[in-house]
């Protein structure tokens, strides 16, 4: 449920709307007469719910095709064969051979500064705001503070986007980060790195948020500050020690790598376990467990070939290694950005943004690429193009094998082309 109630479809729902609102703002630009009036926040909760809602009763409709009983309540582990059930009926007892943990995240808080719903909010709460901050500050630039940041930012919030470490998106390629940074000022999102908040203070008014930053002690004030500093699993009360499941010093079930707990016949998959927080992750987890309970042959998952995404204004979208990863992996790296500037496409729709790909160095060959190692995308509908790129990861293709293909023209695929066209030696463009 996190994905489709609290995080995925709800925040994607207002991203829409964001999306929407950017380029009525920019509608002159491309010659169309567009004023925009102002943000209805009522109308877009409005349709974010009404999404949440369509794809929930979709969700109930196929579990009851498919024959399955749902139980509605709290539930724990009574055992390693029983789930003990709370509902308004009364305590029920399943009892079963196999179980599967999908108790999913919830935000994580600062310590000793808990959420009020109000001035300190979570992620959760930010779904659910009956109107816009006029300035708001955004603790973290993972893929909830970038999402929330440039949402707020299209609705005509004033932003403050705040990151402890020393650059945006400090999980991706540093390139993606500085690509980012330049987009993020380009906004006119304010953006502090290496900075972390010491103490926030709250009234009727605001608050008011002290941060040390590299160059000495900031005060910020702002209507409220959005804490987006990562999810903790839900694990606490489920019942899993007594079931003999073993859950680590951070609350995550520890699993091997099918999704097998501790306890025999108890599996685990999500947010739960220590892997990628991300929902198509959780679903390949949910079916690698289900094959192997129907006795089907089943490989583990390769978390790196997983697309890593987030629906920012630019988007970012990823697969693969990083370049300091793979250079830490020990492979002689080979490197290529193409600017999307130079594509037709993005002069079209005035976009900019960048593909890196990472090789490794073809040691038969010296001056050329070999396999592909990694791919890296910031620019419009890059969550649409990483698909194309976990195709060249996952199947180990060579800049050859990619450059070989006829992309279409104008598009923004172009630039997963040219890129890889320049690393086989055949730069067409830049």
């Not at 330049?182 to 608050?207: D, L, N």
């Not at 104008?410 to 997963?416: D, H, K």
């Amino acid at each position: 449920g996190t994905c489709l109630h609290w995080g995925c479809i709800p925040t994607k729902a207002i991203l829409q709307s964001a999306e929407v609102a950017d380029a009525a703002r920019d509608a002159a630009e491309f010659g169309i007469r567009v004023e925009l009036h102002g943000i209805d926040i009522d109308a877009v909760n409005a349709h974010k719910d009404a999404v949440v809602e369509r794809m929930f009763k979709g969700l109930e409709s196929t579990l009851a095709g498919r024959g399955i009983e749902t139980v509605t309540g709290d539930g724990r582990l009574a055992g390693p064969d029983t789930v003990e059930v709370t509902t308004p009926e009364g305590v029920r007892h399943i009892r079963t051979g196999s179980i599967v943990v999908a108790t999913g995240s919830v935000p994580r808080e600062l310590p000793g500064i808990p959420f009020d719903g109000k001035r300190i909010i979570s992620s959760d709460h930010a779904l659910h705001l009956p109107r816009l901050p006029k300035r708001a500050i955004v603790l973290g630039s993972g893929a909830v503070g970038m999402e929330f940041a440039s949402a707020w930012a299209a609705f005509g919030v004033e932003v403050v986007l705040i990151e402890a470490l020393d650059r945006l998106l400090p999980l991706e390629d540093a390139d993606v980060s500085k690509e980012m940074a330049r987009a993020y000022r380009k906004r006119g999102i304010t953006t502090m790195v290496a900075s972390r908040v010491t103490s926030i203070e709250t009234s009727s008014r605001g608050v008011t948020a002290n941060v040390l930053t590299p160059t000495g002690e900031e005060v910020l004030k702002a209507d409220l500050v959005l804490v987006a500093i990562g999810r903790r699993p839900v694990t606490e009360g489920a019942g899993l020690e007594s079931a003999g499941v073993t859950v680590d010093e951070r609350g995550f079930i520890v699993v091997d790598e099918y999704g097998r707990t501790s306890a025999r016949g108890i599996w685990a998959v999500g947010d739960v376990i220590d892997t990628l927080g991300l929902a198509h992750a959780s679903f390949a987890e949910g079916l690698l467990v289900a094959d192997q309970l129907a006795g089907l042959e089943v490989a583990p998952i390769d978390y790196r070939g997983v697309p890593r995404v987030t629906y920012s204004h630019p988007e970012v979208a990823s697969m693969g290694f990083t370049e300091p990863q793979a250079r830490d992996a020990g492979f002689d790296v080979v490197t290529e950005r193409f600017p999307m500037q130079a594509l037709g496409r993005a002069a079209i729709a005035r976009a900019s943004g960048m593909v890196k790909v990472i090789a490794e160095r073809d040691r038969s060959q010296p001056n050329e690429a070999g396999r592909i190692l990694g791919i890296h995308v910031v620019g419009p509908r890059a969550t649409d193009l990483i698909a194309e790129a976990q195709l060249i990861y996952n199947w180990e293709a060579m800049p050859t094998d990619v450059a070989a293909l006829i992309h279409a023209h104008p598009s923004f695929s172009e630039a997963i082309g040219e890129a890889h066209l320049a690393l086989a030696g055949r730069a067409l463009h830049g």
